[in-house]
């Protein structure tokens, strides 16, 4: 409902914008009436509520399409490079953070907060072109973006993946470091860890049952939300690189003022959103019995 | 013995002091009891104790009393703590801060939690030898755990080799998904801009769909390359009656589709009777039509209400006035699916590209190539990189600012055309002091076009006061405005304006360029006692407002005029359609319906001319400059022709 309202609040009207700079009020009319824009909002509010419960999120304005069909195609698109980036992201995360925090205020630590704050501040379009350039332009090792499916070709799948999913993943991997680091401090300094040490584990046990367990639970929630943000598209990587997500399509429907599109958008986040809300809930009964009960 | 209820022992309830972990129930011994369980340990407890070996037992209580009890009871009987000697050694009491394996935690009574510590027990605060009471509490300890890096350093391998996988791949250059040549011609792969929105050629009003569409559809005539003027398409020839409101075109004859049906003059009347009837988006160009008729299979008669002299462009300027197969709309899915009489056939569309295959039975001859891939690549370094490291072999988006150095670069073909597009700015006649024209020639004065023009496109403009550009047929070579601040500056002083007079000046980032000279405009009218306030907003909105009326003076362009009507008509004509700006001129009015109806082109261009000249002295638009047509491609490409209009036709191309 507040998606609804909001989504149609915006300045902008998706008829003069389909129309162009070129304004015919006939024409204009004939396509309002046409879209189901002249009918009261709340109205429109409950046939569009009542067919998304069937699964009919309604016709695009800009493409004629189903809003379904647009999001399935794009789909497959942003979960590859959501799932890529997140495990760039850890491989990068896990060993950076946990050195760092093993060896707090050593070269190690130093080095990696210094990488993971240049990893958030520096601007992913300037990373991606810069990326672009060498990779694609210079080297000419990988193509410059775009996207096949992996059952069509997955070498071609692969080698387009890599530079989005490493901008992505840096810049997710720079906040996870950070998380990593002071978790694993957290956990290192810990009682039960004292008791552990104390009641005769080797380090690796201790480390790998007592510290990074713990150390874990932060990790799931930063991590599930990092997938979360991957999911509901990265737009500005998915343009720089053509990767035809839904970040893309969010953004080509709100310059549009494609409310079906859009609200099916959005409605998709949030539901992404819940649903990897309460995967990390279940992980966390998982990892730690605490929470079981 | 006993063991405190946060170590754990199989089988008994632990609690650790808190309640969120009531009733959890161990299903592993903490290592320290099963130490003391193993049974070595208990009988040197036994012999340690003087008791029979094998009496020991294992209790199960964990208050405090109990605790304490025991470690009294210890020291009752043994009159101190044990030192076990023999044979524990440090392979049995192994960790970092066991330190003596002999001062190992071999106790009565093991604290586990320092937190609660002995807060709870303050009998033994204080006490100072707490081994005496036969409780090891933990060493203060720093937090560190000393694993080995080199324990680390097989994941950080892993993940070198990892990446180093995704990198090597093998071979140098991608030609995966259609690029390059090779097979039947070879396909053409074509980077642009933007996805097509959908592919009905009488619905859509985006440019991305008509790059495609002008390879699929054809329309009656076209415009020609060289100098726009309209020549035979499906339309061999036409004649135009004596009073001049009625048209008859003569069809193509072996005309097919690519669904191999025939075309013919009903074809014409449904695709056109359909944009009329169904009051799709190019209708407003059949405004002058009273009827579109078949006269037998080959013939097409367009009876006008009044005399249309640019009727050809009305009908031909671009493919939205595209001749579909009788019935298309009930036959097909017309936004996803296209049968047309192109060279091309649209073969399929996704979110990364769209796929066209040469359509053999053309009726100007196949073309050349097998098929052209159009690929979206949004970020212009993007797609120049992809042209130049041959992944595409064509493209329009180029970054301006790269266009001077590209020209002498090897790698790429750069070709530029002054376009049809003009951009200009307008200010509100309904809001003071904007309605003065004397404000309006003041402002129009103190701009520097060439530096606007500089400023938007790097070059790659010709700065303009009137609307049409130098190459056209209508060009008009009319220049009064000479950037001179004083005379700006005196003007304004004549119309009594109070300086700093604050201007909104509405921009839209769905064209960035516009942002950028923006600034130069602003900084242009600072001089002068203006203060420009640029408002940057997205494309709805601006349109929104400009509808509303709620602006001081907007910057946009007009793209793709072939005609001086389309030129200047409905945007300055009193009460035209896009007359946004509310400018009312009678003369004007006059002359420009003058000039629609003339047929005679010398005659309607001195009409047209004689209207721009007054639209350019009352500053209805500040005309600023035509940009170029700039396009890009792989070097021994041929057979392509840019286009001052942006059609995009790869009928003829031939790859390297």
């Known amino acids: 409902m507040i998606v609804f309202a909001l989504v149609q609040l915006v300045p902008g009207d998706p008829i003069r914008l389909a129309l162009g700079t070129r304004f015919d009020q006939e024409t204009y009319d004939a396509l309002l009436a046409r879209s189901g824009l002249d009918q009261p909002l709340v109205q429109q509010y409950f046939s569009w509520a009542g067919r998304a419960l069937t699964g009919d999120l309604g016709v695009s304005f800009r493409s004629g399409e189903t809003v379904t069909s647009q999001i399935a195609e794009r789909l497959p698109a942003t979960l590859t490079l959501a799932v890529a980036s997140i495990l760039v992201a850890l491989v990068i995360a896990i060993p950076l953070g946990t050195l760092s925090a093993l060896r707090p205020r050593s070269v190690v630590d130093r080095v990696a907060t210094v990488l993971s704050q240049i990893g958030i501040s520096v601007p992913e379009f300037w990373m991606a072109i810069v990326l672009i350039l060498v990779f694609a332009g210079t080297l000419g090792w990988l193509p410059s973006g775009g996207y096949v499916p992996l059952t069509d070709d997955p070498v071609g799948w692969l080698r387009r993946l890599v530079m989005p999913a490493v901008v992505t993943g840096v810049v997710s991997g720079s906040v996870i470091t950070r998380f990593v680091r002071s978790s694993v401090l957290e956990a290192l300094g810990a009682d039960h860890v004292r008791t552990a040490q104390a009641k005769g584990l080797t380090s690796r046990q201790v480390f790998t049952w007592h510290v990074l367990r713990n150390a874990l639970l932060p990790l799931v929630t930063i991590t599930g939300v990092q997938l979360a943000y991957l999911l509901s598209g990265v737009v500005v990587v998915e343009i720089v690189f053509s990767w035809p997500g839904l970040g893309q399509l969010a953004l080509q429907a709100v310059q549009a003022r494609d409310y079906p599109v859009l609200q099916g958008a959005i409605l998709l986040f949030a539901v992404v959103f819940l649903v990897i809300n309460l995967v990390v809930d279940l992980l966390y009964t998982a990892i730690d019995p605490r929470i079981r009960r | 013995m006993a063991v405190k209820d946060d170590v754990a022992v199989v089988g008994v309830p632990m609690m650790n002091g808190s309640a969120t972990v009531e009733g959890f129930v161990p299903a592993r011994d903490a290592t320290v009891v099963t130490r003391l369980l193993a049974p070595e340990v208990r009988r040197q407890y036994d012999a340690a104790l003087g008791l029979p070996v094998g009496t020991m037992l ?103 080799l990892l990446l180093t996988a995704c990198g090597g791949g093998g071979e140098s250059v991608d030609t995966g998904g259609g690029g390059g040549g090779g097979g039947e011609g070879g396909t053409l792969v074509a980077a642009v801009a933007a996805q097509p929105d959908q592919f009905d050629p009488h619905v859509t009003t985006a440019y991305p769909s008509f790059q495609v569409l002008e390879n699929v559809y054809d329309t009656l005539v076209v415009p020609s390359a060289e100098d726009l003027t309209f020549e035979p398409s499906l339309a061999t020839e036409w004649e135009t009656s004596e009073d001049a409101l009625t048209w008859t075109f003569t069809l193509r004859e072996d005309v097919t589709f690519h669904d191999g049906s025939e075309f013919d003059s009903a074809d014409v009347v449904y695709s056109y009777n359909r944009i009329i009837d169904e009051e799709l988006s190019n209708s407003f160009r059949f405004a002058n039509v009273e009827s579109v008729a078949a006269d037998g299979p080959q013939t097409v008669v367009i009876t006008l209400s009044q005399p249309t002299p640019n009727l050809l462009e009305r009908i031909g300027s671009f493919k939205g006035m595209a001749i579909l197969p009788e019935n298309a709309a009930e036959d097909i899915d017309l936004t996803t699916e ?65 266009i001077e150095s590209l020209e002498g670069d090897d790698s790429v073909e750069l070709q530029t055309t002054p376009s049809v597009d003009y951009w ?70 004549q119309a009594g304006v109070q300086t700093p007079l604050t201007m909104g000046l509405m921009v839209t980032d769905e064209f960035p360029e516009t942002v950028t000279a923006a600034q130069v405009i602003a900084s242009q009218l600072e001089p002068i006692g203006i203060d420009v306030e640029i408002e940057t907003l997205d494309f709805a909105t601006w349109l929104d407002r400009q509808g509303q009326g709620d602006y001081d003076a907007f910057y946009l362009g007009w793209l793709g005029n072939l005609d001086p009507a389309a030129y200047y008509q409905e945007q300055h004509q009193t009460g035209g359609p896009n007359n946004y700006q509310g400018y009312s001129n009678p003369q004007v009015d006059q002359l420009l319906q003058q000039g629609a109806t003339e047929t005679d082109d010398a005659a309607r261009k001195a009409a047209y001319d004689q209207a721009a000249e007054i639209i350019v002295d ?39």
């Not at chain 2, 009491?93 to 320092?114: E, N, Y």
């Not at chain 2, 200009?424 to 004397?438: H, I, L, Q």
């Not at chain 2, 004065?445 to 609307?467: H, K, L, P, S, Y």
């Not at chain 2, 209805?620 to 940009?627: G, R």
Request: net charge negative; proline share 9%; aromatic share 10%.
């Open chain 2, 58 to 160: 294992v209790g199960r209580r964990s208050e405090d009393t109990t605790c304490l009890r025991v470690a009294h009871a210890f020291e009752e009987l043994s009159g101190g703590f044990p030192r076990p000697a023999g044979p524990l050694t440090s392979r049995h009491v192994r960790g970092p801060h066991g330190g003596d394996p002999r001062t190992c935690p071999v106790a009565g009574c093991v604290t586990g939690r320092s937190r609660s510590g002995n807060d709870h027990r303050p009998d033994l605060r204080g006490t100072g030898d707490r081994a005496r009471v036969g409780c090891r509490t933990q060493q203060p300890s720093p937090p560190e755990v000393p694993v080995r890096r080199t324990r680390l350093l097989p994941l950080a391998a892993a993940a070198a």
């Open chain 2, 338 to 402: 296209a049968n047309g009489t192109g060279p091309f056939q649209l073969e399929s569309s996704d979110s990364s590209s769209t796929v066209l295959t040469a359509f053999e039975d053309y009726w100007g001859g196949a073309p050349s190539v097998g098929g052209v891939e159009f690929r979206y690549i949004t970020e212009p370094a993007a797609a120049l990189t992809a042209l130049q490291n041959g992944e595409v072999q064509w493209t329009d988006n180029v970054p301006p600012q790269q």
């Open chain 2, 424 to 493: 200009y700015m307008s200010m509100n006649y309904a809001r003071a002091p904007f309605d003065n024209r004397d404000v309006r020639r003041a402002i129009s004065f103190a701009i520097d076009r060439e530096a606007v023009a500089e400023a938007a496109w790097f070059g790659a403009a010709q700065a303009n006061q009137t609307a049409i550009p130098e190459d056209s047929f209508f060009y008009h070579d009319y220049a009064p405005f000479q950037p001179d601040p004083d005379q700006a500056r005196q003007l304004l002083q």
């Open chain 2, 618 to 656: 009352d500053v209805s638009y500040l005309y600023l400059y035509n940009p170029d047509v700039v396009q890009a491609w792989a070097p021994g490409l041929s057979g392509y022709q840019i286009r001052a209009d942006k059609a995009i036709n790869f009928e003829s191309v031939e790859l390297p």
